[in-house]
């Protein structure tokens, strides 16, 4: 399911797929990428259920957050379309699985790539998510599964932990819910924020934007292929 890799060397693939797109849909496109944020991305430890996970999509590109990683341990993540509306083919999809102590292995991973890892996860230390610092550096936010939370790997490995304020007596939102408000409160602040570069940068935005264009256009290979051959330029 992970998006293929697209290098910064297309933007003048870009312009040139850009004519077979509608005017009014590129220009969505331009507003919507200026959103779009890498500052945070969202990890889903084993989700299992199909209609939460699927939510979490929607509610990632609603949110503007770009990638969304799926570990799987134990289950298999499966798209149901009738709640993504869409969503999903906005996003960069990237999962992880048959793979020895994968959870550790996708922590290491996003820890290389500057994130510090935050677990929603109840722990000593925990903060409330409108206290959590944005200012430290990049965020990848951690979630598990509504029955049995987060493995004890990915607690052990996690840099900070957050929690959601409650005021009843049920002890957890489930999975949608939880990455909604936590997403909102973080999104909402980010934007306010005049110190935090959350922005993609512009080679970031032309990658985007190409699988954008790309999935808006019927029969692209053959309109790449001519691109290529003809050596537009």
């Given at each position: 399911?992970?998006?293929p890799?697209?290098?910064?060397?297309?933007?003048?693939?870009?312009?040139?797929?850009?004519?077979?797109?509608?005017?009014r849909?590129l220009e969505l496109?331009?507003k919507?990428?200026s959103?779009?944020?890498?500052y945070?991305?969202?990890v889903?430890?084993?989700?299992?259920?199909?209609q939460?996970?699927s939510?979490v999509?929607?509610?990632?590109?609603?949110?503007?957050?770009?990638d969304v990683?799926f570990?799987?341990?134990?289950y298999?993540?499966?798209l149901?379309?009738?709640?993504?509306l869409g969503s999903d083919?906005?996003?960069?999809?990237?999962t992880?699985?048959?793979r020895?102590?994968i959870?550790?292995?996708?922590?290491?991973?996003?820890?290389k790539?500057?994130?510090?890892i935050?677990?929603t996860?109840?722990?000593?230390g925990?903060?409330?998510?409108?206290?959590?610092n944005l200012?430290?550096g990049k965020?990848a936010?951690?979630?598990?599964t509504?029955?049995?939370?987060?493995?004890?790997?990915?607690?052990?490995?996690?840099d900070?932990?957050?929690?959601?304020?409650?005021?009843?007596?049920?002890?957890s939102?489930?999975?949608?819910?939880?990455?909604?408000?936590?997403?909102?409160?973080?999104?909402?602040r980010l934007?306010?924020s005049?110190k935090?570069?959350w922005?993609?940068t512009?080679?970031e935005?032309?990658?985007?934007l190409?699988a954008?264009?790309?999935?808006s256009?019927?029969?692209?290979?053959l309109?790449?292929?001519?691109?290529?051959?003809?050596?537009?330029?």
């Amino acid at each position: 399911m992970s998006s293929p890799r697209i290098t910064s060397d297309n933007h003048e693939l870009y312009k040139y797929l850009s004519q077979f797109v509608f005017e009014r849909r590129l220009e969505l496109f331009e507003k919507i990428i200026s959103y779009r944020t890498r500052y945070i991305t969202v990890v889903l430890e084993d989700a299992y259920q199909a209609q939460n996970a699927s939510a979490v999509l929607r509610t990632c590109d609603c949110m503007g957050i770009q990638d969304v990683h799926f570990i799987e341990n134990q289950y298999k993540f499966k798209l149901d379309k009738q709640v993504t509306l869409g969503s999903d083919k906005w996003l960069n999809l990237h999962t992880y699985r048959k793979r020895k102590n994968i959870s550790r292995f996708v922590i290491d991973k996003l820890k290389k790539s500057g994130y510090r890892i935050v677990a929603t996860s109840p722990n000593k230390g925990v903060v409330s998510i409108s206290d959590l610092n944005l200012e430290k550096g990049k965020i990848a936010l951690l979630f598990g599964t509504e029955l049995t939370g987060l493995s004890d790997l990915a607690i052990d490995n996690s840099d900070e932990f957050v929690k959601i304020p409650m005021f009843g007596f049920t002890e957890s939102y489930n999975l949608s819910v939880s990455v909604a408000l936590i997403l909102q409160s973080l999104i909402t602040r980010l934007h306010k924020s005049e110190k935090i570069i959350w922005q993609l940068t512009d080679e970031e935005k032309i990658d985007v934007l190409l699988a954008w264009v790309r999935k808006s256009i019927r029969k692209v290979e053959l309109i790449e292929k001519r691109f290529s051959e003809s050596g537009i330029k």
